[in-house]
T-cell receptor, first 114, second 114 residues
Framework: DGGITQSPKYLFRKEGQNVTLSCEQN?????MYWYRQDPGQGLRLIYY???????QKGDIAEGYSVSREKKESFPLTVTSAQKNPTAFYLCASSVDRGPQETQYFGPGTRLLVL | AQKITQTQPGMFVQEKEAVTLDCTYD???????LFWYKQPSSGEMIFLIY??????QNATEGRYSLNFQKARKSANLVISASQLGDSAMYFCAMSREYGNKLVFGAGTILRVKS
């Protein structure tokens, strides 16, 4: 089955620690995205990537970093500079960029700070 | 700047009845896309329906239809014959002319009563 997988489902971070969220897709999509969702709110774009070895900041990139070394993978690192990391993180992908391209989402990772 | 407004924080509907979820948007882009996603309690975002800004006809996907009124900048979702499994959070989103960024509304919680 084609789809997007995210791991882990739950992640706990200690103060001052960097943590990495995994996102893998086997849909052969070129574009991948990371969103953050806070309780009772919509999604906000953190980073996106149109092709391998290229990525762009979204609206709330501070305190986060990404890499895109393979087409299938787009990991997100939440650094210690992100002071309020507790949220639900969703990864998405689309065939290409463009206003008509539908983004398909993974199941998400819940990050909690200890 | 682009903005999506969903004015109904919560809605109730009787099983088997139709329900309309409101969405208004603001953009200066000539080309854009409008999307509706469903988010059940599990958290995954499920794509429901898409409408392009130049599409002449309203989009339909099974029990879902999008009532697109471009002059009013509204893109309401109509769910016909509601089912108990339709209980979820529903998000309206808009893409830009050059893609990559989805702007989300705050969402509407729908509860279907038996």
């Amino acid at each position: 089955d084609g789809g997007i997988t995210q791991s882990p489902k739950y992640l706990f971070r200690k103060e001052g620690q960097n943590v990495t969220l995994s996102c893998e897709q086997n849909l052969n999509h070129d574009a991948m995205y990371w969103y953050r969702q806070d309780p009772g709110q919509g999604l906000r774009l953190i980073y996106y990537s149109q092709i391998v070895n290229d990525f762009q900041k979204g609206d709330i990139a501070e305190g986060y970093s990404v890499s895109r070394e393979k087409k299938e993978s787009f990991p997100l690192t939440v650094t210690s500079a992100q002071k309020n990391p507790t949220a639900f993180y969703l990864c998405a992908s689309s065939v290409d960029r463009g206003p008509q391209e539908t983004q398909y989402f993974g199941p998400g990772t819940r990050l909690l700070v200890l | 700047a682009q903005k999506i407004t969903q004015t109904q924080p919560g809605m109730f509907v009787q099983e088997k009845e139709a329900v309309t979820l409101d969405c208004t948007y603001d953009t200066s882009d000539p080309s854009y896309g409008l999307f509706w996603y469903k988010q059940p309690s599990s958290g995954e975002m499920i794509f429901l329906i898409y409408q392009g800004s130049y599409d002449q006809q309203n989009a339909t996907e099974g029990r879902y239809s999008l009532n697109f009124q471009k002059a009013r900048k509204s893109a309401n979702l109509v769910i016909s014959a509601s089912q108990l499994g339709d209980s979820a959070m529903y998000f309206c989103a808009m893409s830009r002319e050059y893609g990559n960024k989805l702007v989300f509304g705050a969402g509407t919680i729908l509860r279907v009563k038996s």
